[in-house]
């Protein structure tokens, strides 16, 4: 059993919205960051949101700040992310990912566990 499973991508149109899960087994959030990634063809990964084990809080990207929002949930071992105003440019593989541990500024680590990725195409 993978430790990191992704749901809910999908094809939207422009300007719409989709929520990713990610639901957790073996590793608990508090002590490890999650982190939202994504990769499109021909492009390097990009790290999207993530969320420090030790305070809680959300980091993003530049590029998604304003439209997405990622959450977690303890009780259900899942973390989320809320796409709202999707663009084109958007469409990408959709990757959790968790790290042992980390500071506020959680994009900026190495990740040890991935889960296999959810598509999201943004197309009208």
């Known amino acids: 059993q993978r430790p990191l499973v992704e749901s809910g991508g999908g094809l939207v149109q422009p300007g719409g919205s989709l929520r990713l899960s990610c639901a957790i087994s073996?590793?608990?959030?508090?002590?490890?960051?999650i982190g939202w990634f994504r990769q499109a063809p021909g492009k390097e990964r990009e790290g999207v949101s993530c969320?420090?084990?030790?305070?809680?809080?959300?980091n993003y990207a530049d590029s998604v700040k304003g439209r997405f929002n990622m959450s977690r949930d303890k009780t259900k071992d899942s973390v989320y992310l809320q796409m709202n105003s999707l663009k084109p440019e958007d469409t990408a593989v959709y990757y959790c990912?968790?790290?042992?541990?980390?500071?506020?500024?959680?994009?900026?680590?190495?990740?040890?566990?991935w889960g296999q990725g959810t598509q999201v195409t943004v197309s009208s």
């Open positions: 990912a968790a790290v042992y541990d980390t500071g506020t500024m959680c994009l900026n680590y190495d990740y040890d566990y």
């Open positions: 073996f590793l608990s959030l508090d002590y490890y960051a």
């Open positions: 969320i420090s084990n030790n305070d809680g809080r959300a």
